[in-house]
């Protein structure tokens, strides 16, 4: 398996804009989770889902950010409009399952928003 | 809530120098304990699962224990290959994996 897959690898946009970012889970984990990385918060986690459903969004900062699932193989991530504190790295991770079985992380997305 | 805090934040050794890392931990009902280990630029790699205390892994020249209230990494005899950050998560009742901040390892040729 190539693992998760992301995409952009970087993404630089101004601020106002709209972000798109991609994931593609491993093949046959039912669980996928989005985090956001910054050295001042560390691995924050956003969103994850279970079974494609969205399960707990409480780390979404506010209502510029959303996230969608649509089939087993993709999932994404959306800010609209975006600020400058919105820049950091963005991962894609999936799992077996929720609980109790090990994430794998894709690259990552390095977001810098001007 | 789940927590977990790891130390110490950073961490220089010469290469050999053995040392471990800590990973202290609250959980309600643990699922399981997990290390990943993160190079610059790069997603967390995933190490180890450890579920119950008295439980050990090995890979290469780390070593991952696991007690009720926390788990050590330990790295023997060390190389500059072995730098990195390490992280530390725990899944329990919650379900939500929760990660701590990890430590900047620096191995010193």
């Known amino acids: 398996d190539a693992g998760v897959i992301q995409s952009p690898r970087h993404e630089v946009t101004e601020m106002g804009q709209e972000v798109t970012l991609r994931c593609k889970p491993i093949?046959?984990?039912?669980?996928l989770f989005w985090y956001r990385q910054t050295m001042m918060r560390g691995l924050e986690l956003l969103i994850y889902?279970?079974?494609?459903?969205?399960?707990?969004d409480s780390g979404m900062p506010e209502d510029r950010f959303s996230a969608k699932m649509p089939n087993a193989s993709f999932s994404t991530l959306k800010i609209q409009p975006s600020e400058p504190r919105d820049s950091a790295v963005y991962f894609c991770?999936?799992?077996?399952?929720?609980?109790?079985?090990?994430?794998?992380f894709g690259p990552g997305t390095r977001l810098t928003v001007t | 809530e789940d927590q977990v805090t790891q130390s110490p934040e950073a961490l220089r050794l010469q290469e050999g120098e053995s040392s471990s890392l800590n990973c202290s931990y609250t959980?309600?009902?643990?699922?399981?304990l997990f290390w990943y280990r993160q190079d610059p630029g790069k997603g967390p790699e995933f190490l180890f699962t450890?579920?119950?205390a008295g439980e050990e892994k090995e890979k290469e020249r780390l070593k991952a224990t696991l007690t009720k209230k926390e788990s050590f990494l330990h790295i023997t005899a060390p190389k500059p290959e072995d730098s990195a950050t390490y992280l530390c998560?725990?899944?329990?009742?919650?379900?939500?994996?929760?990660f701590g901040r990890g430590t900047s390892l620096i191995v010193h040729p």
């Open positions: 991770a999936s799992s077996l399952r929720a609980t109790g079985y090990e994430q794998y």
């Open positions: 093949s046959g984990h039912n669980s």
């Open positions: 889902f279970n079974n494609n459903v969205p399960i707990d």
């Open positions: 959980v309600s009902g643990l699922r399981g």
């Open positions: 450890l579920y119950s």
């Open positions: 998560a725990v899944s329990g009742g919650s379900y939500i994996p929760t």
